[in-house]
């Protein structure tokens, strides 16, 4: 649509994205200058973004420091305009920024607190679901096990990490002292979820990552019993396997179990 | 009870925002205020805190729903997800209306999450009033339109806002949600007189005020919803309640967010405002005397500025 409404709004998003182009001589001078006017919701446009990351990364707020975080915002802002009708969104493509960009790239542990923290977000509003018990395990017919499948809560968040960054959002949490970053030698497995309205995390070890993976893409539980011979004895197996989902049970992980 | 000639739906009385800073307050007490407005974008997630809270206030209290992203007069395609989002929320709520703002918020697929002012001629009042009847035949209902606050005048604009409001309103057949406070705020940054304002509006389809504090910088005013509402607002109050009779009113606060009972106590003073102006004794010293308020001049708000000279967090 090319209509003097759409020009004009091109050229006012464009000032406002920018800080450049020809949109102060659409605007009237009187009391206030047009650049003054226009400035007015510059300076709002930034701000009212500045404060929905805030909201949302904490943590990393707290380990760069207001004015770095603040620096480091409107350079998000400025690389990751909204697209979504929610600012609830905006947050969502800053652990990418972070490990693209410089000089923030060099601290990648920067990156990863991002994604932690987006992660509770996402876990925060998911989609309710009602939880499977213990007990709806213990009623499960022996000879059903093998084909069992589990629907996990939807709020479950998978994701591997690298860096301390859960501990230095704990930290940052209860008001301690912020540990150092440190690196594992290989990337480690956490879920996030939510039960009630907390949000929980927790660190996976190999076979419980992998583990819960297959079930999230739906095998069942003589196909993950088989699949975890690679950590654990075949005697074991499948006790182990009902050890893990007892405890993801009581943790509120696990939506339904499906015959 | 609505007269069948009414555009508008029966008043609810004196209502606030819901806010999350107030859910439990809200839940544990008796019931102190008629109604609550949600931001609607607050509430359309998949579920969790949010939704929990909003079945469990509506299942006490009639809700209204105020949406910022609509964006009723971009020159973008209106967004079919959000219209699909939204009525998903309506189902659920079942609120007693829907409303947004007369502004726009980006183009080219960008959201500025701002309220952005338009240029008020008949390109854009063609434009607005064509997009209004399209989001009311998606809706199955007529939408409350809001005025906004400004810090901008177009060369572009050939009418007042006021004008251009009412245009809109009539062709598009919606109703209006009037924002006192905005009307005040704009008045100083663009020095008109607010009555001027009042008597341009259409009183059968004014169905909601919003009352809201703002911050006066001293060379302009900056709408902040941070600060309670200041005498200049509460006066023009009382002129929009003398014009338009018993409305929906509601106080908008979304930052700085006091204790509940704070926001009671101030709607009390609408309540009481209201009621001291329809009364049937008001009404026969209006007759005598007339009625006027100050209009606010840029000079006046320098010297008036009675809210202590604010700044935004950062310049
Ligand atoms: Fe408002």
């Known amino acids: 649509m090319d209509t003097t409404l759409n020009k004009l709004q091109g050229d006012f998003q464009r000032y406002l994205l920018t800080l450049d182009g020809p949109m102060a001589k659409e605007v009237v001078s009187d009391a206030l200058d047009a650049q003054t006017r226009l400035g007015i919701y510059a300076d709002a446009y930034r701000l009212r973004l500045l404060e929905a990351l805030q909201t949302d990364f904490v943590a990393l707020r707290a380990v760069l420091g207001d004015d770095e975080f603040d620096a480091m915002g409107r350079a998000y802002i400025d690389a990751y305009p909204s697209q979504h009708y929610s600012i609830r969104h905006f947050g969502r493509n800053l652990s990418r920024f972070l490990a693209e960009t410089d000089p923030y790239r060099a601290t990648p542990v920067l990156a990863e607190i991002a994604r932690f923290e987006w992660a509770m977000t996402d876990a925060f509003d998911a989609q309710d679901a009602t939880v499977a018990t213990v007990a709806d395990m213990a009623a499960v017919a022996p000879g059903a096990w093998p084909s069992l499948r589990f629907g996990l809560h939807p709020s479950l968040q998978r994701i591997e990490l690298q860096w301390n960054a859960p501990p230095i959002w704990k930290a940052v949490d209860e008001n301690t002292d912020i540990p150092e970053p440190q690196q594992a030698e290989y990337p480690i497995g956490w879920m996030l979820w939510r039960n009630e309205f907390k949000i929980y995390f927790r660190s996976l070890s190999v076979d419980q990552a992998w583990m819960l993976d297959q079930l999230l893409t739906g095998a069942t539980f003589s196909e993950v019993c088989e699949g975890l011979t690679e950590w654990i004895d075949a005697q074991h197996v499948a006790a182990h396997a009902a050890g893990l989902l007892k405890q993801w049970l009581e943790d509120g992980l696990i939506a339904t179990i499906d015959y | ?315």
């Open chain 2, 1 to 315: 009870m609505a007269a069948a000639s009414s555009l508008t739906h029966p008043p609810l009385g004196f209502g606030l925002g819901l806010r999350t800073d107030h859910y439990e307050s809200i839940l544990a007490g008796p019931r102190r205020v008629d109604w609550f407005e949600i931001i609607s974008e607050n509430y359309m997630v998949p579920g969790g805190k949010p939704l929990h809270f909003l079945d469990r206030v509506r299942a006490e209290y009639p809700l209204v729903m105020h949406g910022v992203s609509l964006s009723i007069g971009s020159t973008d395609p209106l967004n079919r997800d959000y219209l699909r989002d939204l009525k998903i929320l309506a189902e659920r709520v079942q609120p007693a209306w829907i409303s947004d703002h007369l502004c726009w918020g980006g183009v080219a697929g960008k959201n500025l999450h701002d309220l952005l002012p338009l240029p008020y001629n008949r390109e854009t009042l063609e434009h607005v009033a064509e997009r209004v009847q399209q989001v009311q035949d998606f809706l199955g209902r007529r939408l409350l339109l809001e005025n906004v606050s400004s810090y901008l005048t177009y060369k572009r604009s050939e009418m007042s806002e006021w004008e251009f409001l009412r245009e809109v309103s009539e062709r598009a057949d919606c109703l209006i949600l009037l924002d006192v406070n905005n009307i005040y705020v704009s008045s100083v940054n663009h020095g008109f007189n607010p009555i001027d304002y009042l008597e341009g509006i259409p009183a059968a389809r004014v169905q909601q005020f919003h009352l809201a504090g703002h911050r006066n910088l001293e060379t302009h005013i900056i709408d902040t919803h941070d600060e309670p509402i200041v005498d200049p607002v509460w006066n023009l109050y009382r002129e929009a309640v003398r014009r338009f009779g018993p409305v929906s009113t509601m106080i908008e606060r979304d930052d700085n967010i006091p204790p509940y009972e704070e926001l009671l106590t101030e709607l009390d003073h609408a309540r009481a405002i209201a009621r001291e102006v329809l009364s049937p004794d008001a009404k026969a010293r209006e007759g005598r005397n007339g009625c006027s308020i100050a209009a606010p001049s840029k000079a006046g708000a320098r010297r008036g500025a009675s809210v202590a000279a604010a700044r935004l967090p950062s310049e």
